[in-house]
């Protein structure tokens, strides 16, 4: 009974100085302490603005954990560690202003290509404020890749106009050949001039904006592009050859080339000789995918001339599609094929999880799903005529399709690739590109054959206003928008 007593006294002693050696271990504090520069969910992010309400737990692109995500949560014993899953566009969620946008004034800019000039509207109040002159046929309003400045690219007038986001005014043009649109790497050590009539995409320094090297297309009408999750990889339409080009940006090279005429995709790779290989083929895309049933003959491209004389083509112009010019012709066929399959790519924009590129195509009324690691044509989605802006929704899970030829807008839903809404304009119209409100609330689009702004809300899908602005608005730009750095075009963030 003794020797008993003797053990439970001993025991005891010994639970609560092993209780108060853990608390001495771990400081007391009720758990580990957070990582340096890690916030807990609800408090403000590093860029500025709030993490997003509703318990989002979307993965940053760099791979890093959003707060409260999964990879939070304890796992059960045994289970393999959960990871949230990507998103490419977490960074863009509505209050993430980055610190470097943080003081600049909520505008809308709109190039104005038949008139130029760059019309500069109040968003709240939906009011123009100024009107000034660039060069000749501005195409796009591009926020730079460190977000400080907006470049209005004036394609015939071979300039970039920098804009001050801050005050709204431009400063002195520079000298660039044919920038129809502007992009950059996402490292940022190169601009990207997608030069079209020339038919070439040209490194720049993003500062400077002096050349640095050309890389030739293998297609005519180089004009919008979207990268990789990764950042390797850039994959640009080519409007008047039908077909997609991967571009490996640190090799400067070619990688792919994908003819949406056809479906098959035709691999530039290096053997380990260093010589190349031309015209390997995956061409295992459906017969319904490589030969459309619909003819497009009666769709316009445009209404307006650009430069039909110069270098051969008609830029955005009144080409049919009918025509030789801007048709696409499968591998065997003629010019006396009476079902020649036509395609004409316009925008291009990464799914949230980096798997798919979506490619917009004026001549097939819809939209292209490319896979992002092979880069073939795995579907097509039937939006409407002349399918051809690209717009993502702030909580990544929509894309908003401007169709211009039928005076609509798609609503997409990237979790069902399939649409789930359409948006007409009462009277019709010719939605073409812009971009998102800072909160997601607005869409905003150019009408480009209107001479108008179109303003929808995007609870409801309703058109709530229409501005009236120059001649031939085109790429207008919403700033600022959520993001830590911009990738070009009219606002593509990560």
Known sequence: MQRLRSRRHRHAVLVPLIGLTACVLSACGGGPAPAPGSLPPGRASTTGGEAPSGGVTSAPADGSDAPGGASARPARPGAAPRTPPMDVYAHDRPGMLSPAVAEFPERVYVPN????????????TYRVLRTFKVGRRPQHVVPSWDLKTLWVSNDDGDSLTPVDPMTGRPGRPVAVDD???????????????MAERENRLDFLSPRTMRLRRSLHMPCRG????????DGKVMLAACEFSGRLVAVDLRARKVRAVVDLADGTTRRRDRRHDGTRRHGTRDGDVSHRLRHGS????????????????????????????GSTQNTTMPPGSTQHDSTRNTTMPQDVKLSPDGTTFYVADMAKNGVWLVDAGKFRVTGFIRTGRG?????????????????????????????????VDTWRIPGGGSPDTGGVSADGSRLWLSGRHDGVVYVFDTGDGRLIRTIDVGAGPHGLAVY?????????????FR
């Open 113 to 124: 290509s038949e008139s130029d000039t760059v019309t500069v509207i109040d968003p709240r």
């Open 480 to 492: 600022p928008q959520p993001g830590r750095y911009s990738l070009g075009h009219t606002g593509v």
């Open 387 to 419: 399918a051809h802006g690209l717009h993502v929704s702030r909580d990544s899970k929509l894309l908003y399709v401007s169709n211009r030829d039928a005076g609509s807008v798609t609503v997409v839903s990237f979790a069902l690739r399939r649409p």
């Open 179 to 193: 920038p129809y649109n502007l992009y950059f790497t996402p490292d940022g050590r190169d601009a990207l001039v």
């Open 222 to 229: 180089v004009n919008h592009a979207d990268f990789t999750a």
């Open 294 to 321: 619909i003819q497009h003959g009666s769709t316009r491209h445009g209404s307006i001339q650009h430069g039909s004389t110069r270098h051969g083509f008609t830029r955005h112009g009144s080409i049919q599609h």
